[in-house]
């Protein structure tokens, strides 16, 4: 068993290294840009100017259809269609690209909602405290709220980046030799399926018990203000 | 001098300012008294836009507003330049420490450098005998000592007038008096104010002058000497309603 599972781990741990932690961060990178896009979008009452006003109305109607959207198909067939479905269109993306594109939609789609929701849990009076200093709403977003709402989103973002890591594996299926792949593959050699799958699950457990910490870390950073952090 | 005239407020159906009108003197302490839910609080947000009254101006020397009809980003900054409010749950930011709630604000918005700002915070937070809490955060402070600092941040904008919104009736009477001190002087400093409270006795040590609201109208607007020593029915009532004076 030892033997199966050190001559397996580097290929599986360089499958990790290669394609399952890259995807994860530059997908989430991207899906964070674009929830915060989103969650702004949706957060913020348009001035009674016309001319921003109904613009601004046009990007809510997408950004409300983006959200509905990738959170009503399934991860699963949202990658088929970009990668296996576009060429169709005259879309041709690399594997890679497509899962990067996947990934980043769907995960912003999710993410923004909680973004929207940590915004929308800093008081009125905040925003009140600020304007009557004369902060405009940027000032009062940058200086004042996001860093409030930061703290709030925190814990479910990090269950959306955990959630992102493993949802990786799908990638195998647009034919993207990621670590489950790889496990796939060397279960087809060896017959092993317990011991390779186990050992798959295994590593993701690792990447994401990492994160695990890198949440509490950022956590207390970011909590050093709240009553009773410092203990 | 502030102008209110004809103000109209509405909430769904019910009239909270009903085409009021009142004066707010320069350099001078008015306080504003009524029952719960007279329209006191809306009569302060008004002064400072966090509350839009349907119609209605407000006027200072060298400014005009009109309720009515919509307000330039500009505007809206003079307007909030010259006030700045004081909330009942002092609303600090409690993402930032004492110090950076009271600069943020003068070098964001007015432009002011840091070594500016922190001087005059450091002499503000001295004046109200908070120097050594600098560098904390909001929430590692009591109540009382964070009323003091969201004073500080009000005082640090430079504002003619400072509106205060109950700033005591949150806080327990030990506490509430070290904020009471702290307002009177201000207000024997010549710091214009203008103040709600449910507090009658220090209406009656501060106050240059009493307006007394019930039911979104003025029912007294003179001195507190008149409001006091001389009250109508009404005012009685009201005096009486809230003491525990025996006499009564």
Not at chain 1, 156 to 177: E, H, M, Q, R
Not at chain 2, 216 to 226: M, Q, R
């Amino acid at each position: 068993m030892w033997h199966t599972i050190i001559t397996s781990l580097p290929a599986m741990i360089s499958a990790m290294l290669q394609y399952t932690i890259p995807l994860a961060i530059i997908s989430f990178i991207f899906g964070l840009i674009l929830a915060v896009l989103t969650a702004l979008i949706k957060f913020i009452q348009p001035s009674e100017n016309k001319l921003i006003k109904y613009p601004w109305l046009v990007l809510r109607a997408i950004a409300n259809f983006y959200v509905w959207l990738f959170r009503s198909t399934p991860l699963l067939v949202q990658l088929f269609i970009i990668f296996f479905g576009l060429p169709s269109a005259g879309v041709q993306l690399s594997p890679f690209i497509a899962a990067v594109i996947g990934f980043s939609l769907n995960t912003g789609a999710y993410a923004s909602e909680t973004i929207r929701s940590a915004l929308l849990s800093v008081p009125q009076d905040q925003w009140d405290a600020a304007f009557t200093l004369n902060f405009t709403t940027k000032q009062t977003l940058m200086k004042i709220v996001l860093p409030q709402a930061v703290r709030i989103a925190l814990p479910p973002l990090s269950n959306s980046f955990i959630g992102l890591v493993k949802d990786t594996s799908l990638a195998s299926s647009i034919t993207i030799l990621e670590m489950f792949q790889v496990s796939q593959q060397i279960t087809a050699k060896n017959f092993q399926p317990l011991l390779m799958y186990s050992l798959a699950a295994f590593l993701y457990a690792v990447v994401c018990s990492l994160l695990t910490l890198l949440q509490h870390y950022l956590e207390r950073r970011t909590s050093k203000y709240v009553k009773g952090s410092e203990a | 001098m502030i102008s209110l005239k004809n103000i109209v407020k509405t909430y769904g159906k019910k009239q909270v300012l009903k085409n009021l009108s009142v004066d707010f003197p320069d350099g001078k302490t008015t306080v504003i008294l009524g029952p719960s839910g007279s329209g006191k609080s809306t009569l302060l947000r008004s002064l400072d836009l966090l509350v839009r009254p349907e119609s209605g101006t407000l006027s200072f020397s060298d400014l005009q507003l009109d309720y009515s009809k919509p307000v330039s980003k500009k505007l809206s900054f003079d307007v909030r330049k010259k006030t700045s409010m004081v909330f009942q749950n002092w609303n600090l930011f409690p993402n930032l420490t004492v110090i950076k709630n009271i600069t943020t604000a003068p070098e964001t918005v007015l432009g002011k450098s840091k070594k500016e700002t922190e001087e005059r915070a450091h002499k503000l937070l001295a004046q109200v005998g908070l120097s050594e809490y600098a560098d904390r955060y909001p929430s590692q402070l009591s109540g009382g000592q964070q009323q003091r600092i969201s004073i500080c941040r009000a005082l640090a904008m430079d504002p003619e007038y400072i509106l205060l919104d109950e700033p005591t009736s949150a806080l327990d009477p030990e506490l509430e008096t070290q904020v009471l001190l702290i307002l009177e002087e201000l207000s024997k400093m010549g710091q214009a104010m203008i103040i709600v409270t449910h507090n009658m006795e220090f209406a009656r040590s501060v106050a240059d002058k009493i307006v007394f609201v019930e039911d979104g109208d003025i029912l007294f607007d003179g001195s507190p000497d008149e409001f006091f020593n001389h009250p109508t029915t009404r005012i009685k009532d009201f005096l009486s309603g809230i003491s525990f004076n025996e006499e009564k």
